[in-house]
């Protein structure tokens, strides 16, 4: 792991107690129809979330698919593993970086995430293995928040993004979908629903 990584995944860990709770209101009232609309398009036998944090997604997990998960920090993932376990939820949890994946070429159906990219020190690297590990015809999912395309809020994005990072780990000025444009997915296709800083992404191999 890089020291970059280690510093973000350190902040996660830290952060891993508290994180439900600090995300709570938001969750409420944006992110958890979020994510119920993006998991709606999860398809296939085999499904890998990548970035699975404490467990927000197990709610929308389709039941007729085998489901492998996994995440970069210890603690983030403890914290899903006990809610796996006391929610009886279906899936594979695995201690893993998004930028060096442990699985062969072709192996997912569909490979999902949500707020991740944010957080992963090369987000192009690690698109690159979710490319890699996506099945031909297969599709990558993303649930992303990224820079606003209003100059002015933009500006106030790049100037507060030092502090969100030292503070949360995450950063809140990336440009998610022009990573994903850059990988050789064959099609690639934004809800047209999306806000400005939230996006919903489908890329197919």
């Not at 899903?80 to 201690?95: M, N």
């Not at 809020?153 to 030292?166: K, Q, R, S």
């Not at 809140?172 to 990988?183: E, G, M, P, Y």
Request: with cysteine; proline share 5%.
């Amino acid at each position: 792991m890089s020291a970059d990584s280690n510093t973000i995944r350190q902040r996660y860990d830290r952060l891993a107690p508290w994180f439900d709770g600090l995300e709570g209101f938001l969750e409420g009232l944006l992110f958890r129809s979020l994510r119920k609309k993006l998991w709606a398009q999860a398809a296939g036998p085999h499904i890998l979330e990548v970035g699975v944090g404490t467990g927000k997604n197990f709610p929308f997990y389709p039941d007729d698919a085998r489901i492998t998960a996994i995440d970069f920090s210890p603690k983030m993932l403890a914290m899903a593993q006990r809610k796996q376990q006391r929610k009886q939820i279906a899936v594979d949890l695995a201690l893993m970086d998004v930028q060096s994946l442990d699985y062969a070429d072709n192996s997912f159906d569909t490979v999902i995430g949500s707020f991740l990219f944010c957080s992963v020190p090369k987000p192009r690297k690690g698109l690159k293995e979710l490319y890699r590990v996506c099945k031909p015809g297969g599709q990558v999912l993303l649930l992303e928040h990224v820079l606003s395309s209003n100059k002015a809020v933009a500006a106030l994005m790049n100037l507060l993004n030092p502090l969100v990072v030292n503070t949360l780990g995450a950063n809140i000025n990336r440009q998610t979908l022009k990573s994903v444009q850059a990988c050789p997915f064959q099609k690639i296709f934004v809800d047209p629903a999306s806000s400005d800083m939230i996006k919903l992404i489908r890329a197919i191999k």
